[in-house]
């Protein structure tokens, strides 16, 4: 258990049609959500089993008020080495330098396209301008390590690859493309509009000639490679190639469920019993307990679940249990 990734709010100002395709959804009621208070404590916990690589997700991080205060709290804390966030950046030019003054390390930000009305298309909003000053100004104030991830979608964005990396590279970026996932049964995720690593290569080989895979040190999601001229991207390809045997992430959802898996059908609560006034041994105690026992290979046994036809999660459970959606859990 390396690293935890703790969703701020299942609320979200995109409606991307690979992850938040309808305009509402079954809401975590707002008294459930954990306080700053309440994330603080919780990591405290974590991070003394551990746990020593902390990210800050959604739904959209930077909805959730007073966020620095959150990442002064968490980047204080003994043991955390590094602190990021993953933000789709349409608020960020705004939220940028306090971030940085608060201690936030380094920052992911979402873009599918370069294109404005590929953007509006896929988003069903106009704020492509918006995620641009967003990237500008972390670069700006001086967030290092910045990385843009884009899901890659066949006949949507497939043909931008070499435009994205050239893109990044004006920021001082690494780029990391996504195979498409399937996460429930509201985006209509098909096999036929999964673009795969190995398409992925051939297409950039085919552009700037040799590919290198550069040799893993971490249990990162992504692999790396590099073009003849130094520069480096990454893909992540879970729907391909899981890399459940390497996995040491979990996920912390808005209100306190704790998951194992990107795919966990259940969680633990860790909300209940923190209000209940449980120490930190007690917390403790509960959570090496749960992780003792994981066996998860989620994307794995999708892998065998998607060739007998079986969708992970149907539209109607998803209308049931907030917890499954991905905006929920953090994707």
């Known amino acids: 258990m390396g690293a935890l990734r703790i969703s701020l709010t299942d609320r979200c100002n ?3 049609r690979y992850c938040m395709p309808e305009e509402e959804y079954a809401w975590l009621p707002r008294e459930h959500l954990l306080t700053f208070e ?8 974590f991070v003394s089993l551990g746990v020593d690589k902390v990210r800050l997700t959604g739904g959209e991080p930077l909805l959730r008020r007073g966020l620095p205060e959150l990442v002064r709290r968490l980047s204080g804390l003994p043991g955390v080495k590094d602190l990021a966030m993953t933000t789709n950046g349409v608020l960020l030019s705004r939220h940028a330098e306090q971030l940085r003054e608060a ?25 492509y301008p918006d995620v641009l000053a967003g990237i500008d100004a972390a670069t700006a104030t001086g967030l290092t390590d910045l990385k843009i991830d884009t899901v890659v979608l066949r006949g949507f964005n497939e043909d931008e690859l070499a435009d994205l990396i ?33 398409e992925m290569l051939e297409t950039l080989a085919r552009e700037y000639g040799h590919v290198e895979e ?32 390497t996995c040491d992430r979990s996920r912390l959802t808005a209100d306190g ?12 609560d860790l909300r209940k019993p923190l209000r209940a006034g ?15 026992q994981r066996r998860d290979r989620g994307a794995v046994e999708r892998v065998g679940q998607r060739a007998r036809g079986q969708v992970f999660v ?18």
């Open 314 to 331: 149907s539209l109607e459970t998803l209308k049931r249990d907030p917890h499954l959606e991905m905006h929920t859990r953090g994707g």
């Open 103 to 127: 201690g936030l390390h380094r920052l992911t930000i979402s873009l599918d396209t370069l294109r404005p009305e590929r953007f509006a298309e896929l988003t069903r909003r106009g704020t």
């Open 214 to 245: 550069l040799r893993k040190t971490d249990v990162a999601p992504a692999d790396r490679f590099r073009l003849p001229d130094g520069t480096v991207f990454g893909i992540i390809s879970s729907t391909t190639q899981p890399f459940c045997a």
């Open 166 to 198: 050239e893109f990044a590279r004006t920021k001082s970026a690494e780029v990391r493309f996504i195979e498409y996932m399937d996460v429930g049964g509201a985006t209509g995720w098909t096999p036929e509009k999964v673009f795969s690593r190995a």
């Open 38 to 45: 309440e994330i603080e404590r919780l990591t405290e916990a």
């Open 278 to 292: 449980a120490s930190l041994e007690e917390l403790r105690e509960l959570i090496t307990g749960v992780w003792q």
């Open 257 to 268: 469920m704790w998951l194992r898996c990107l795919y966990a059908m259940t969680g633990t």
């Open 14 to 16: 995109l409606r991307c």
